[in-house]
């Protein structure tokens, strides 16, 4: 409808009837209550007067050749135009089924004739007001409905600037887990171009000269410092080595100090008894130090898979992170992956003096917002690891229950005082020093489990803070 209908006296009505008595009878009722009235004496016009000037109401005869009322009426609901008019029937006709057929075509009302003036008049008023009312009403959903939008679109933006947030604070240890790799890069290519440049022309040469035994225990030595798969720690290592020594002097070798340490950056641990031999031939020293140099250049590529690899793992961790889903649609999603996610970007504050334990349980894919619940993650966790001032035991526990997926976040920091935890949820409260921490952290949080209809609760006693958020699985 095209009318505001503030003022009702001034509404435009459309009149249909062909008896030209009451057409006149009408126009002429309604004209002196001041409203603007528009007599048309069939349906075809009264279509066409519809669609070119809207009118407030429509009062429809039913009885009118060519097209009836129900026809026009139905008609004028087709329409985008005029759906919204309601219609009022007026007709001699006083059968229950015609009243029926009547509101089932789509009129608001049934006026029988002989009418009464003042039950028209009070009829009309009424469903202009209604309708008057309807207006307004649809003007403030839909005002609601912006500001829903907009406080949606504030609260994404927030939940990225929170992103950006976090990310900035992680930005120094995120450079030096990608440094570190490219400086080991950088020395294993170095060592690959060395061995490269002073070794393997010689090789022909070298292998001619060396006898069918060398040659064998030659092979030996690169067959077994190329195939250990056991990382050990330097502690671990040392402990081998002081072996080696021992079984070595044990054997009469000389230099048994040096020869332990070769053979420990070779990764030949074990069955030293074998090599006791080679030890003893007059060319060894040539033959065990160019395998040493064979197996040093299968080290430095080895070093540099795990640096791409590792590089590689925080440059996909950093761009998942950073990444921002406009269209905030659900997509299926395993979140370990999102979780192990934030962990890779935290590596450089967890290996300093963070224990990480992970009791994952077995966690079917569910629709979510993933880039939302990396944010939760992101927060829980630190918050965990400032709880316990980057020294402690964080312990992740996963599981389905029943319906629900918990994912459950604990510390064992100093813990949070029994005052204090009903306000953590609050917008801007924080207990962080001033420059630490903007208090909207666990405000957004709670807001995406919010978004994804589940649950956040926390329990907290000193020495033990869990976070344990709850998501239903559809």
Known sequence: MTSTLQNTNRANILVVDDTPQNLRLLAEILSNQGYQVRPVPNGKLALSAAQKMPPDIVLLDIMMPDMDGYEVCQRLKDSEVTKDIPVIFISAINDVMDKVKAFAV??????????????????????????????????????????????????????????????????????????????????????????????????????????????????????????????????????????????LMAGGIENAEEIADSLVDMEIYDRIEELLPFFKLPDWEVVFNTAYQFASFKKSISLIQRATAKSGKVVFALKSYAHFDS???????????????????????????????????????????????????????????????????????????????????????????????????????????????SGLGLDIVRKIVDKHEGTIAVESVPGQTSFTVSLPIY
Not at 347 to 352: A, D, E, G, R, S
């Open 327 to 437: 269209k905030q649609e659900k997509v299926q999603a395993n979140l370990h992956d999102g979780i192990e996610m934030v962990l890779t970007l935290y590596q450089n504050q967890l290996k300093h003096g963070i224990e990480v334990v992970k009791n994952y349980g077995d966690l079917p894919k569910i629709m979510c917002y993933p880039d939302d619940l990396n944010q939760v993650w992101t927060n829980l966790i630190h918050n965990a690891l400032q709880a316990m001032d980057y020294k402690g035991i964080l312990t992740i526990e996963t599981k389905q229950q029943e319906s629900d997926l918990v994912l459950k976040f604990t510390d064992d920091g100093k813990g949070i005082p029994p005052e204090v935890i009903p306000k953590i949820f609050h917008p801007f409260f924080t207990t962080k020093s001033a420059g630490e921490g």
């Open 106 to 247: 789509g009129g608001v009302d049934f006026i029988t004739k002989p009418f009464q003036v003042e039950e028209v008049l009070a009829r009309i008023e009424t469903h202009l007001k209604i309708c008057s009312l309807q207006q307004s009403l649809q003007e403030k959903n839909q005002d609601l409905a912006t500001a829903i939008y907009q406080l949606q679109a504030t609260q994404e933006h927030l939940i990225q600037s929170e992103k950006m947030a976090a990310l900035g604070q992680l930005i120094a240890g995120i450079a030096h887990e990608i440094n570190t790799p490219l400086g080991i890069i950088g020395s294993s290519i170095d060592n690959i171009s060395n061995f490269w440049d002073e070794n393997l022309e010689k090789m022909p040469q070298f292998f001619q000269q060396l006898s069918e035994e060398s040659q064998a225990c030659f092979l030996a030595l690169l067959h077994r410092s190329t195939n250990h798969e056991t990382l050990f720690t330097s502690r671990e290592k040392r402990k081998i080595k002081q072996q080696l020594r021992n079984e």
